[in-house]
């Protein structure tokens, strides 16, 4: 019979940040198991299937699963009939070690041809069992398998779990499933809210009753979703009470939904006189620390109002209100003590402090760091014709906010506060601004650094990291990448293409080298460090919308002008669309094939060997273009330039169908290949086309 299965488990309170993650992955292990087993018809797992998570307990509720699993036969793959028997057509220590695990005896076994090999097949009948059996054994599997860094014990058993398990529901429609999971017994009881609820045990009647039963009796909110929903919509209703908005951040609200079993939206303020310090300072500080939701005015900036997500909803909220107005207090005291202490000292003054700051054992500290990127932003600015004073001192100052007793306690706020302390200072708008700007982009989808001064300056931060990085052997590998190295070429490729900015990567990458000491880093990095960055480009390039073979195509040139990248594409993308350009691709395919197995180096060409009137006009075509494509490729019109090599189409195909280029004679072969060399090198100016 087909029911409603539910599985809970009553925990202490689990993280936060990891628990709708923790839901998830808990539900999707049970399912498999469920399916696998045939307890739940594969086709059928997303009909009303559910997960539940609170700060005290994980759920799921499966719609439709049996309470028997149905007679199964169960095929077991075993070893190559090759090396299942011997000589003597008997059993090989593999085929009988597979037997004794399969329980089936050699004349039980079949023969089963996969198109690549004939192997042994151990066909099992399995009569259905209960789903008491099982359903236990599910639970303890999946969580083992739940992404949980740290596992505790608890009591003197010697289970583990991210937090202490109090309490194990599983039932099958109204009845009990009996099993134990984490030294529990299962039943129907749980709990509800710490004090809104009834105080005591909550039975669960059935399992399609769980989360109404746990809202009307433990004034629980089950569902994850639902409470952020309630949570959101109360934030926009309280916000257009005062004509605000609440500061949208949808980590802070997915951390605070799993905070509270009942969400209630609750508005309390802080003295005006906060506002003298950076909103920025206020905002962490709110979000970080409280968890609360800050209000915003029409221009954006900072008010002294914030809302709190209580876990209480009562008719009179003073307590809680006031009670956060007087938590929140001390903590923006504390900000404007920093703010104000801070601004005694210039950047200027703090730099020096930096030749105390570690950056790396083996790279020096923070203060070598900053000379290298003066000399770097100062160059990068040159090449960009850019005040490179101005460049070269937001350089020097760009760290000094890492000493500074704000950033100390708030790291986040690096660059965010260099910014404000430069300004008090008085340098120079484009400097201060430069200081915060040389970290973007922070993440994927930020903003990039405003102006060529702080493109100069994040340019020069991110190739100093990753130059040092790769020079010392400390290249990012599978998914470790501690020193952010991926994020930093990314970076470097979205200033360069999205600014754009008319610079050669190669010879950045060799200005950045150029700073270091001799002898402080390996040699020939260079090489492996663009490599690398072109494969971050071809990744970016493909999540944002790009065919795969034209982004293949452009970067097969291994392009340095990052800037002209964009272009090429659009070019590449609009040949493609041409009658001409399948034709000319298997041609350009044909001809790098060719030259691929032409022995010795490439000559000039010599028209007294021409003998074909093919290879003839193919010459002068190709003579007659290369003036106009050499100049539209100098000129970016890289579309210009492959339009006009479309029309050599038919003068490729004659030459293919006319000439022989091997030919017996070494001259006259030798002066084909040199004649397909030249026709090859106007061919890929923009990209390889033979890759199309």
């Not at 009553?10 to 045939?38: C, D, W």
Request: charged residues 25%.
């Amino acid at each position: 019979m087909k029911q409603t299965l539910l599985i809970e488990l009553l925990t202490e309170e689990l993280p936060p940040k990891s628990l709708a993650r923790l839901a998830q992955a808990f539900h999707e292990q049970v399912q498999k198991s469920l399916i696998e087993a045939g307890f739940v018809e594969a086709g059928n797992e997303g009909r009303e299937s559910r997960w539940f998570a609170t700060p005290r307990r994980l759920a799921l509720q499966f719609s439709d699963v049996l309470a028997t699993q149905p007679d199964r036969v169960i095929e077991k793959k075993g070893p190559a009939v090759a090396s299942g028997v011997d000589a003597a057509g008997k059993p090989t220590k593999a085929l009988e070690g597979f037997m004794r695990s399969a329980g089936v005896e050699f004349a039980q076994l079949e023969k089963q041809n996969d198109g690549k090999a004939e192997y042994f097949v151990a066909r099992i009948a399995r009569t259905g069992e209960a789903l008491s059996l099982h359903l236990a054994g599910f639970v303890e599997a999946a969580l083992k398998k739940l992404p949980v860094a740290k596992l505790m014990r608890w009591g003197d058993s010697e289970v583990q779990f991210v937090r202490p398990v109090h309490g194990l529901v599983m039932l099958h429609g109204s009845a009990v499933v009996a099993g134990e999971v984490l030294g529990l017994a299962s039943g129907r009881a749980t709990r509800g809210h710490r004090f809104m609820g009834n105080g005591g045990a909550i039975e669960i009647g059935d399992a399609d009753e769980y989360a109404q039963t746990l809202l009307d009796q433990g004034k629980v909110v089950a569902c994850y979703q639902q409470r952020r929903d309630m949570i959101r919509a109360q934030l926009d209703q309280a916000a257009a009470g005062r004509d605000l908005t609440w500061l949208r951040d949808e980590a802070l609200l997915d951390e605070v939904t799993a905070l509270v079993e009942h969400p209630t939206v609750y508005e309390a303020g802080f003295e005006a006189e906060f506002l003298a310090v950076p909103q920025e300072c206020l905002i962490l500080t709110m979000q970080a620390n409280q968890k609360y939701f800050p209000l915003m005015d029409a221009a954006g900036k900072l008010t002294n109002r914030f809302l709190v997500v209580s876990n209480m909803a009562v008719a009179d909220p003073t307590n809680i209100v006031e009670g956060n107005a007087r938590v929140v207090r001390p903590r923006l005291a504390d900000a404007k003590f920093f703010f104000e202490t801070d601004r005694k000292t210039p950047l200027a003054n703090r730099v020096a402090k930096l030749a105390k700051v570690v950056y790396h054992n083996k790279l020096g500290s923070q203060g070598e760091r900053v000379e290298r990127l003066v000399k770097l932003s100062g160059a990068i600015a040159r090449r960009l014709n850019v005040d490179a004073a101005q460049a070269e001192r937001a350089a020097l100052l760009a760290k000094a906010d890492l000493v500074s007793d704000m950033v100390g306690e708030f790291p986040e706020l690096q660059g965010i506060m260099g910014r404000y302390y430069a300004a008090h200072d008085g340098e120079a708008p484009a400097v201060a601004d430069a200081i915060e700007a040389h970290y973007k982009p922070r993440f994927n989808g930020d903003s990039l650094p405003a102006g060529n001064v702080a493109a100069a300056v994040a340019l020069a931060d991110k190739l100093d990291a990753l130059v040092a990085f790769f020079g010392i052997g400390q290249i990012p590998t599978g998914d470790k990448d501690p020193f952010g190295l991926r994020r930093a070429a990314l970076g470097v490729l979205r200033i360069l293409m999205e600014s754009p900015l008319p610079l050669d990567l190669a010879s950045l990458i060799s200005d950045a080298a150029a700073t270091f000491p001799v002898g402080r880093l390996a040699t020939g990095f260079e090489a492996q460090l663009l490599d690398f960055m072109l494969e971050r480009l071809r990744n970016l390039l493909k999540d944002t919308g790009h065919e795969q073979r034209l982004v293949d195509a452009v970067l097969a040139l291994m392009p340095t002008r990052i800037d002209a990248v964009p272009a090429k594409l659009a070019a590449v993308k609009a040949f493609v669309a041409l009658p001409e350009a399948e034709a000319l691709a298997a041609a350009n395919k044909r001809i790098v094939n060719i030259l691929k197995k032409a022995e010795g180096s490439a000559r000039e060409v010599d028209v007294a060997l021409f003998q074909e009137s093919a290879e003839k006009a193919l010459f002068t075509q190709v003579t007659a273009i290369a003036p106009q494509v050499h100049s539209q490729v100098a000129n970016a019109d890289y579309t210009g330039a492959l339009t006009a090599l479309a029309g050599l189409r038919g003068a490729v195909d004659t030459f293919f169908d006319d000439v022989m280029v091997n030919a017996d004679e070494p001259l006259l072969r030798a002066n084909r290949l040199a004649l397909l060399h030249q026709l090859a090198g106007l061919m890929n100016q923009v990209a390889d086309i033979s890759r199309l």
